[in-house]
């Protein structure tokens, strides 16, 4: 018999103001089966400002400075909500457990909410029934090779959700349609 995972997943990835600890989310995106990506800025919490780390080089990676974030980002009680009614009723995946669990709680906390209102699953353990390692690792070259773009939580969650397209042999967008 052929193991057929839930097919109502989405990918969560979250970028941040530096390794942990101390360190806050600064950006969280969810990917789709389907191709589709929502993102939100997340303006930082003051507690974040006051008690937060912040690496310059992690902003050098993400491009998003504190000003960006405190302009354009939103709450993290809204960011939270608008998460988690995108991600209703699916398996929520992440390709970094630790680090994205860490970032999620953070959120959680500055938005008062406990626990997260949703779990995040480990790709690496969900995906194993689904393929070898090697065709794991392969799935996930290619899905480099059609979304290089790093370090962002939009593209980083789209070139996972694409990986797992690949490995369940579905199209995944219309850019993602094999060529002729």
């Not at 780390?53 to 960011?79: F, I, N, T, Y």
């Amino acid at each position: 018999m052929t193991y057929v995972p839930n097919q109502d997943w989405a990918v969560l990835d979250l970028e941040a103001s530096a390794l942990p600890p101390r360190s806050y989310p600064v950006e969280i995106a969810v990917a789709f089966p389907d191709a589709d990506v929502i993102a939100w800025l997340i303006q930082p919490a003051p507690v974040w400002l006051r008690d937060g780390k912040w690496d310059p080089a992690a902003e050098r990676l993400h491009r998003l400075s504190r000003a960006m974030l405190q302009g354009q980002g939103e709450p993290p009680g809204h960011v939270v909500e608008q998460v988690s009614a995108a991600v209703r009723g699916r398996q929520v995946l992440s390709d970094n457990i630790a680090a994205d669990s860490y970032w999620l709680g953070v959120v959680c906390a500055a938005a008062r909410i406990r626990p997260p209102p949703f779990y995040l699953t480990d790709f690496w353990g969900w995906s194993e029934p689904l393929a070898s390692p090697r065709e794991r690792e392969r799935a996930l070259a290619e899905a480099y090779r059609r979304h290089p773009a790093r370090h962002r939580a939009a593209p980083d969650a789209r070139r996972i959700a694409c990986a797992i397209s690949l490995l369940l042999d579905r199209p995944f967008g219309k850019t993602d349609a094999p060529a002729m």
